[in-house]
């Protein structure tokens, strides 16, 4: 696509509930991250992926929290009972990954999908 | 630790006056920084990104930036706003090398601008 999609833009549920977040990146984009923005907190990064494969899970919260990316392309990130706190805009990233190139491919952004715990 | 401060959490200017946004970083290195822009409902758009070489840089829209290494900042400007230019402000880090950015990103400045 012409740049990277997120859905559902909006999803709402219950405590307790599991939630599907789906990332599209741009085609032939390698690298793909996720990040949560909350309010007020800023952007926090989650999860890496290079490939199929996430060399870099270290901001992922909780073991409530994972992310899977197949055929190098489209990614979910899965919140197991949701919780009001993982109430946030999740946005994902996609760039080409420049593997020994200083600074890596400039990240684009999708619109991201607002998650809200009721 | 990493981090990244944006004193200002919201500012407001008139359309025309000039516009100045501070970031400050912290970081083991000299790092590779950026700042984006986010407006409403929509992801965010990298404006501009330094990596080496001179310190002062441009980007897209009119904005630019300056590296200070003393200073540990990297403060984006705009002569003149335009009211299009309302919407918030991201200034972000990321690590030397490694083929990917792992951003860690300042907690956002708003902008509002006055007709």
């Known amino acids: 696509g012409a740049g990277v999609s997120q859905s559902p833009s909006n999803k709402v549920t219950e405590k307790g509930k599991d939630v599907e977040l789906r990332c599209d990146p741009i085609?032939?984009?390698?690298?793909l991250y996720w990040y949560r923005q909350s309010l007020g907190q800023g952007l926090e990064f989650l999860i890496y992926f290079q490939g199929n494969s996430a060399p870099d899970k270290s901001g992922l919260p909780s073991d409530r929290f994972s992310a899977e990316r197949t055929g190098g392309s489209v990614s979910t990130l899965t919140i197991q009972r949701t919780q009001q706190e993982d109430s946030a805009v999740y946005l994902c990233?996609?760039?080409?990954?420049?593997?020994?190139?200083?600074?890596?491919?400039?990240?684009?952004f999708g619109p991201g999908t607002r998650l809200t715990v009721l | 630790a990493q981090s990244v401060t944006q004193p200002d959490i919201h500012i407001t200017v008139s359309e025309g006056a000039s516009l100045e946004l501070r970031c400050n970083y912290s970081?083991?290195?000299?790092?590779?920084l950026f700042w984006y822009v986010q407006s409403p409902g929509q992801g965010l758009q990298l404006l501009l990104k330094y990596f080496s070489g001179d310190t002062l840089v441009q980007g897209i829209k009119g904005f630019e930036a300056e590296f200070k290494r003393s200073q540990s900042s990297f403060n984006l400007r705009k002569p003149s706003v335009h009211w299009s230019d309302a919407a918030e402000y991201f200034c972000a880090v990321g690590p030397l090398g490694g083929g990917y950015n792992k951003l860690i990103f300042g907690a956002g400045t708003r902008l509002a601008v006055h007709p």
């Open positions: 970081y083991g290195a000299t790092p590779y």
């Open positions: 990233a996609s760039s080409l990954s420049l593997a020994g190139a200083r600074g890596g491919g400039e990240q684009f």
């Open positions: 085609s032939g984009h390698t690298a």
